[in-house]
């Protein structure tokens, strides 16, 4: 999990009132990423599902988000991360979502636009701020906060209330918040949705030529190329 994504778990969890139980789709962590992947321990939770469309680390429950088994306004939390664009159909699995929540419960979600394809075992989607939003509009109450390069940001994350919410705003999730107004600021290398240190880019520089030069060289003597990494 990225440490963005963290950030985002972490700002719902101190600042939210959140009811039991919750409820976390998607929770398989994916392989190597067990440590990193796990949110559980941020949330005070009397009770704490997780739930997958596969079994393995960190599910405790099978379940299909576009047909979940729990009971209308039963659930208290569901909490998505980086799911969404794993899910077939997320307009009927975020109203799937709505329908379990409790009345006043919270969906809290993230996902990408700017990210690389990762099977897991589907990725079929990519989320701009505007389709975030149309993916909640079940939800009475939401907001979304895109993070990243302004026309190509690389995560949106997302709140849904079911029913009305006083003082929904950007503020209340601070590490998030922040990392949407100063993204790129501490950067200087820009390349538009793409910035880097100076340190990273000559990492990358040195890197790619040596690889192009065994590349050359592998020709010449009519070798095998390296792989690319």
């Given at each position: 999990?990225?440490?963005?994504?963290?950030n985002?778990?972490?700002?719902?969890?101190?600042?939210f009132e959140?009811?039991?139980?919750?409820?976390?789709?998607?929770?398989?962590?994916?392989?190597?990423?067990?440590?990193?992947?796990?949110?559980r321990?941020?949330?005070?939770?009397?009770?704490?599902?997780?739930?997958?469309?596969?079994?393995?680390?960190?599910?405790?429950?099978?379940?299909?988000?576009?047909?979940?088994?729990?009971?209308?306004?039963?659930?208290?939390?569901?909490l998505?991360?980086?799911?969404?664009e794993?899910?077939?159909?997320?307009?009927?699995?975020?109203?799937?979502?709505?329908?379990?929540?409790k009345?006043?419960g919270?969906a809290?979600?993230?996902s990408?636009?700017?990210?690389?394809?990762?099977?897991?075992?589907?990725d079929?989607?990519?989320?701009?701020?505007?389709?975030f939003?149309?993916?909640l509009?079940?939800?009475?109450?939401?907001?979304?906060?895109p993070?990243g390069?302004?026309?190509?940001?690389?995560?949106?994350f997302?709140?849904?209330?079911?029913g009305?919410f006083?003082?929904?705003?950007?503020?209340?999730?601070p590490?998030?918040?922040?990392?949407?107004?100063?993204?790129?600021?501490?950067?200087?290398?820009?390349?538009?949705?793409?910035?880097?240190?100076?340190?990273q880019?000559?990492?990358?520089t040195?890197?790619?030529?040596?690889?192009?030069?065994?590349?050359?060289?592998?020709?010449?003597?009519?070798?095998?190329?390296?792989?690319?990494s």
């Amino acid at each position: 999990m990225r440490e963005v994504v963290r950030n985002f778990a972490r700002d719902v969890a101190e600042n939210f009132e959140l009811e039991d139980p919750i409820v976390e789709m998607g929770a398989r962590a994916a392989e190597g990423q067990e440590d990193i992947a796990d949110v559980r321990s941020l949330y005070a939770a009397g009770e704490y599902i997780g739930c997958d469309i596969q079994p393995g680390p960190g599910v405790d429950r099978i379940e299909d988000i576009h047909a979940l088994s729990f009971t209308n306004d039963s659930v208290g939390t569901v909490l998505a991360f980086e799911t969404l664009e794993h899910v077939a159909d997320p307009i009927r699995a975020m109203e799937e979502v709505h329908r379990v929540l409790k009345p006043g419960g919270i969906a809290v979600v993230s996902s990408v636009m700017f990210f690389p394809i990762h099977a897991h075992p589907w990725d079929y989607w990519r989320f701009t701020p505007e389709g975030f939003d149309l993916v909640l509009r079940p939800f009475e109450t939401r907001l979304v906060v895109p993070v990243g390069y302004e026309l190509l940001p690389e995560a949106v994350f997302g709140l849904g209330v079911k029913g009305p919410f006083d003082h929904l705003v950007p503020e209340r999730l601070p590490r998030t918040w922040q990392a949407h107004r100063e993204w790129g600021s501490e950067l200087p290398v820009d390349f538009g949705p793409i910035r880097l240190t100076t340190r990273q880019l000559w990492k990358y520089t040195l890197h790619y030529t040596r690889l192009a030069a065994m590349r050359r060289a592998q020709r010449l003597t009519g070798g095998a190329s390296p792989p690319a990494s």
